[in-house]
């Protein structure tokens, strides 16, 4: 029977033998950690069950892969909007630098409401 649970003896107490499934080991970057973290604290019974059912590294790899492609999709997008370009950055690089940043802190913005804290 594939659901019969089995017990082991601890000093006349019986525990029953759980074994979590076998998970996948990706390493996680930056946002899966935030995922991870946003959902121990707000999606407590998301986190339980994808942990529970061993899908836990695998999902927060996906969130960490959706996150780094909307950013390379999004700083790009701004920066031809805002006309920066590699003509400014050999003009005045301080400059581009600057708009480089605000523009790199505005998509990661974006991504974090869209991806990480949904």
């Known amino acids: 029977m594939k659901n019969q649970i089995t017990y082991t003896e601890h000093n006349g107490l019986y525990y029953p033998d759980l074994v979590l499934p076998e998970q996948t080991n990706y390493p996680l ?5 935030l995922r991870l973290d946003f959902m121990k604290k707000h999606r407590r019974g998301t986190y339980t069950t ?3 059912e061993g899908r836990l590294n695998e999902y927060l790899r996906d969130i960490d892969i959706q996150a780094h492609k909307l950013l390379g999709d999004i700083i790009p997008r701004l920066a031809q ?10 003009h005045t690089t301080l400059q ?8 790199k802190a505005s998509a990661e913005k974006i991504v974090l409401q869209k991806v990480v804290y949904q």
Do not use: Q
């Open 81 to 90: 909007e805002r006309g920066i370009d590699e003509a400014l950055k050999a």
């Open 29 to 33: 970057g930056k946002y899966a950690n």
């Open 50 to 52: 994808l942990l529970t």
């Open 96 to 103: 581009w630098t600057a708009e480089m940043n605000n523009i």
